[in-house]
């Protein structure tokens, strides 16, 4: 637990932020939208990390890093949610770079799957 107790508790903090938003919103208080717009950098940076540090205790080897890049571009995707949820723009450009990171690490991955192998004999 070392390793993941700080993301632990960032995104803990930042899903009882979220609920306290939505709470505030359903009734009407004002304050939701402070709430919610600090609650969604917390869940992202935490889901980011634990992401992170989990795809480093399990892969290995040399698809490590393409795998981890192709997986890790999915933290634009919350970042898109975050920019839609507020409704600022800038959120078809975020789309738009993760779509060219994980093309990027598809040609990494079949290039890499595509060379041969010093040992392997055919």
């Not at 949820?85 to 093309?103: D, K, N, R």
């Amino acid at each position: 637990m070392g390793k993941f107790r700080y993301p632990v508790v960032i995104g803990a903090f930042g899903l009882m932020m979220k609920i306290f938003g939505t709470i505030f919103k359903i009734m009407h208080w004002s304050g939701a939208l402070f709430f919610t717009t600090f609650s969604y950098p917390l869940l992202i940076i935490a889901s980011f990390w634990i992401t992170l540090l989990v795809l480093l205790l399990i892969i290995r080897g040399k698809y490590r890093y393409p795998v981890i890049i192709f997986l890790t571009s999915f933290f634009a995707v919350g970042v898109d949610l975050f920019f839609h949820t507020m409704y600022w723009p800038g959120g078809e450009l975020i789309v738009g770079a993760m779509f060219v990171v994980q093309a990027f690490a598809i040609v990494w991955l079949v290039v890499l799957l595509l060379q041969k192998d010093k040992n392997r004999k055919y």
